[in-house]
Antibody, heavy 122, light 107 residues
Framework: QVTLKESGPGILQPSQTLSLTCSFSGFSLSTSGMGVGWIRQPSGKGLEWLAH???????RYNPALKSRLTISKDTSSSQVFLKIASVDTADTATYYC??????????????WGQGTTLTVSS | DIQMTQTTSSLSASLGDRVTISCSASQGISNYLNWYQQKPDGTVKLLIY???SLHSGVPSRFSGSGSGTDYSLTISNLEPEDIATYYC?????????FGGGTKLEIK
C-alpha cells in the first residue's frame, strides 16, 4: 500500500525559508524508474508543478522558481525534502508530494499525499 | 512553457449523464497527457495517463482521448462520487504544466 504524507511549518514570515518533508511508504526511491515530485495549489486555484527527484538523484525544477528551490532525498528513511527560499505571500498554498513511476516511459503522479498548508504572513 | 487550457471552468450535469471535459495545449504534446480528479476535501487521484490509459482501480466509465493539441476526458453514466474538479497535465516538455481545472457539479 503506497502512502505519502507531507509535513511543514504551517506558517512562515516573509523572507524565511520553507522546509517541507514528504514521508512515504509502500515503495522505495532506490528502485529504478521511481521518482517523487512536489506540486502546490493556492487556495481556490489550480495546480503547479514545482520539482521532482528521481531514483538516481536526477533533479528537475520549475524554472519559474528554480533559483529558490532545492529538492533532496533520504532513501534510507523514505523521505523527500523541498526547500523554498525567501518565501512571500504568493507562496501561500497547499503543498502536495506525489509518487512518479517511470517504468514504461510515461511519467505520471499516481499517488498523492493529503497536502500540507502553508500561510505566509507578517 | 506549454500552456494547458481547460476552457470550461465549471460544468453542471445530471446523474447518469455522459460528460466530456476538454483540454487544449498551446503546442502539440504527442499524447503525453494525464488526467487527475480532485475531490472537495483536496484528495487528488490519477485517472488517465498517456491520453487514454486507465489507471489501476479507476472505474471504466472514465475514458480519455485526443491527439495533437486537443484532448478530452469523458465520464459516462455520471455518479454522485464523480463530483470533483478535473485537471489535465502535460509532460511533453518541462516544466510539466496543468490545466486550470474543470469543476463538475450535479444539477
Amino acid at each position: 500500500q503506497v502512502t505519502l504524507k507531507e509535513s511543514g511549518p504551517g506558517i512562515l514570515q516573509p523572507s524565511q525559508t520553507l522546509s517541507l518533508t514528504c514521508s512515504f511508504s509502500g515503495f522505495s526511491l532506490s528502485t529504478s524508474g521511481m521518482g517523487v515530485g512536489w506540486i502546490r495549489q493556492p487556495s481556490g486555484k489550480g495546480l503547479e508543478w514545482l520539482a521532482h527527484i528521481w531514483w538516481d538523484d536526477v533533479k528537475r525544477y520549475n524554472p519559474a522558481l528554480k533559483s529558490r528551490l532545492t529538492i533532496s532525498k533520504d532513501t534510507s528513511s523514505s523521505q523527500v525534502f523541498l526547500k523554498i527560499a525567501s518565501v512571500d505571500t504568493a507562496d501561500t498554498a497547499t503543498y502536495y508530494c506525489a509518487r512518479i513511476p517511470f517504468y514504461d516511459g510515461y511519467p505520471y503522479f499516481d499517488y498523492w499525499g493529503q497536502g500540507t498548508t502553508l500561510t505566509v504572513s507578517s | 512553457d506549454i500552456q494547458m487550457t481547460q476552457t470550461t471552468s465549471s460544468l453542471s450535469a445530471s446523474l447518469g449523464d455522459r460528460v466530456t471535459i476538454s483540454c487544449s495545449a498551446s503546442q502539440g504534446i504527442s499524447n503525453y497527457l494525464n488526467w487527475y480528479q480532485q475531490k472537495p476535501d483536496g484528495t487528488v487521484k490519477l485517472l488517465i495517463y498517456y491520453t487514454s490509459s486507465l489507471h489501476s482501480g479507476v472505474p471504466s466509465r472514465f475514458s480519455g482521448s485526443g491527439s495533437g493539441t486537443d484532448y478530452s476526458l469523458t465520464i459516462s453514466n455520471l455518479e454522485p462520487e464523480d463530483i470533483a474538479t478535473y485537471y489535465c497535465q502535460q509532460y511533453s516538455k518541462l516544466p510539466w504544466t496543468f490545466g486550470g481545472g474543470t469543476k463538475l457539479e450535479i444539477k
